[in-house]
């Protein structure tokens, strides 16, 4: 186990690696040992504004020359399964950002790297690291207000989103977080699904889902990548049960409906840092030499099932069932 300030690598320097840099350059327990990045430019930025010691164009050659303790994937999500498979040959721990692949046999192809490796993944699903949503589920899941009857998702991106990730899907990129929040609150998996999308063929659009999963919740979450500005509406989860509702409406405040009606006001609270909540839950689990408890690939893998439905729906027109 290491002792010492952990040597941390970094995997992709675009917009979100620079999110893990900086969060990473605030701490005193770790260093940046190396940033890998093909672009010359993102790297130079990593090494001049966050003090990463080392740059390198390819995570493997970086593996291999810094052996760090602990590895950062932010590169685009259809490159996740090669480098996170070759930090798990070298038992190297990885904090691997979502989508961990694009399919579930991805997936599945990470848990059988695991299973042969000293090291482990964590999949990058931040949510499970927010003290507001953390909050929320414990409040559906305490039995306060029954059994769980649907989750309804609203997480809006402006429209920038489309130019910036053109070779990605909005499923994959943006409702994997609300797929993966769903799956913690009720426990299930998806088990049938409609999606639909308008306009039909272009990111910039509305993706809305309608489901239902094996825990018998119904789903229905919807993203739009449309909003012109910054100033998206906030994120928003809505959980009906069969004595009431909890509803969260992300930087304003959590109500719920029921027995002990109440509000609690986030407006007042400090900003939820999930990100460095998530970075500690990573660094914790280097230092103990064990996955860290919070999220597993065979979740990210359930949420990949649930994908691979709903981009098959969106395909097909119907509904399918897994
Ligand atoms: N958790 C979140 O809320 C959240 C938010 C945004 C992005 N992300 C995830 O972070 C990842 C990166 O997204 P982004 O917005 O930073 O994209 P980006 O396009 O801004 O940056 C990707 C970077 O990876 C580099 N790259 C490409 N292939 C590489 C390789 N093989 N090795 C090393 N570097 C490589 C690119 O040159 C680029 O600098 C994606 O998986 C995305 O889904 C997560």
Excluded at 17 to 23: N, P
Excluded at 46 to 72: E, H, N, Q, R, T
Aim: proline content about 6%.
């Amino acid at each position: 186990m290491p002792q010492d300030k952990l040597k941390i690598a970094v995997a992709g320097a675009g917009a979100f690696g620079r999110e893990h840099l900086a969060s990473l350059a605030l701490r005193d327990d770790m260093v940046i040992a190396g940033v890998a990045d093909p672009s010359k430019a993102a790297t130079d930025f990593a090494v001049a504004s966050f003090g990463a010691k080392a740059a390198f164009a390819d995570p493997v050659a970086m593996l291999d020359a810094v052996v760090p303790d602990g590895l950062i994937v932010a590169t685009p999500g259809h490159t996740h399964v090669a480098v996170a498979t070759a930090a798990l040959a070298r038992d190297i721990p990885v904090l691997l950002e979502k989508p961990v692949g694009l399919t579930a046999a991805d997936a599945e192809a990470l848990i059988a790297a695991e299973a042969t490796s000293k090291a482990f993944v964590l999949p990058g699903h931040i949510l499970r690291f927010s003290s507001p949503y953390r909050r929320t589920v414990a409040i559906a899941r305490s039995g306060e207000l029954g059994a769980i009857l649907s989750v309804t998702g609203r997480n809006h991106r402006d429209d920038s989103h489309a130019v910036r990730y053109p070779d990605i899907d909005p499923v994959l990129m943006t409702m994997v977080h609300d797929i993966d929040l769903t799956l913690w609150i009720t426990g299930g998996e998806l088990q049938s699904v409609l999606a639909l999308r308008r306009p039909r063929d272009t990111f910039r659009s509305e993706t809305l889902i309608t489901g239902w999963d094996t825990a018998g919740a119904m789903w229905h979450i919807s993203n739009a990548w449309t909003v012109p500005t910054a100033g998206i509406p906030p994120d928003r989860v809505e959980i009906v049960c069969e004595m009431g509702s909890v509803e969260m409406e992300l930087g304003i405040a959590i109500r719920v409906f029921g027995r002990n009606p109440r509000e609690i006001d986030l407006r007042s609270e400090p900003a939820d840092d999930m990100l460095a909540t998530e970075l500690a839950a990573f660094l914790d689990g280097v230092r103990a030499g064990a996955h860290p408890g919070v999220v597993t690939l065979a979740d990210a893998r359930n949420g990949l099932r649930a994908t691979d439905a709903i981009l098959r729906s969106l395909s097909t027109g119907g509904v399918v069932t897994l």
